[in-house]
T-cell receptor, first 112, second 115 residues
């Protein structure tokens, strides 16, 4: 069974701290996507990672992809309250199918 | 551009009723998707389409039907609603350039309650 697993499922952290969210997947795809969802809202695209070793950064968020380990990480640097949201990773079932499997999400709460 | 729009925003159905969730995109995207999101969970793919006239099943298609007669519209039909179909439904679209760089654009969602 194809799986996408995220951990932790819930993360409560203090402002200013660093932390990493992990996304493990079992598909053979080398395409991975990160999304953000605010409570009661839709999903917003954060990063697209298409190759082994890919690294993307936007503000306090940095995503990386290791296709050999089938692992992506989303690193949060010096967290701020505005980063509180649920973060999802998603992968192609296999490269080029454009059928996506989503992880269960990591709910991040940044405390002031 | 309005992006991806969905109607209705919220609906209560009685068991056994039917309804159609509407989805329209104005970005001329080839690919369109329907997902459901149960509370505290990720998204599960119901159906998707790679272009007008072409649709295929996702992970959880039972109890649903789709059609794609135009590039812009991708309605999702629920027949004989059941409490297990209580969920938030998201429609999404993406361009089809084949490079993989294209991300999905999501609609605002339809919250459905089946009682």
């Amino acid at each position: 069974e194809l799986k996408v697993e995220q951990n932790p499922l819930f993360l409560s952290m203090q402002e200013g701290k660093n932390y990493t969210i992990y996304c493990n997947y079992s598909t053979t795809s080398d395409r991975l996507y990160w999304y953000r969802q605010d409570p009661g809202k839709s999903l917003e695209s954060l990063f697209v990672l298409l190759s082994n070793g890919a690294v993307k950064q936007e503000g306090r968020l940095m995503a990386s992809l290791d296709t050999k380990a089938r692992l992506s990480t989303l690193h949060i640097t010096a967290a701020v309250h505005d980063l509180s949201a649920t973060y999802f990773c998603a992968v192609d079932r296999s490269s080029g199918t454009y059928k996506y499997i989503f992880g269960t999400g990591t709910r991040l709460k940044v405390l002031a | 551009n309005a992006g991806v729009t969905q109607t209705p925003k919220f609906r209560i159905l009685k068991i056994g009723q039917s309804m159609t969730l509407q989805c329209t995109q104005d970005m001329n995207h080839n690919y369109m998707y329907w997902y459901r999101q149960d509370p505290g969970m990720g998204l599960k793919l119901i159906y998707y389409s790679v272009g007008a006239g072409i649709t295929d099943k996702g992970e959880v298609p039972n109890g649903y039907n789709v059609s794609r007669s135009t590039t812009e519209d991708f309605p999702l039909r629920l027949e004989l609603a059941a409490p297990s179909q209580t969920s938030v439904y998201f429609c999404a679209s993406r361009a089809g350039t084949g490079t993989g760089w294209e991300t999905q654009y999501f609609g605002p969602g339809t919250r459905l309650l089946v009682l």
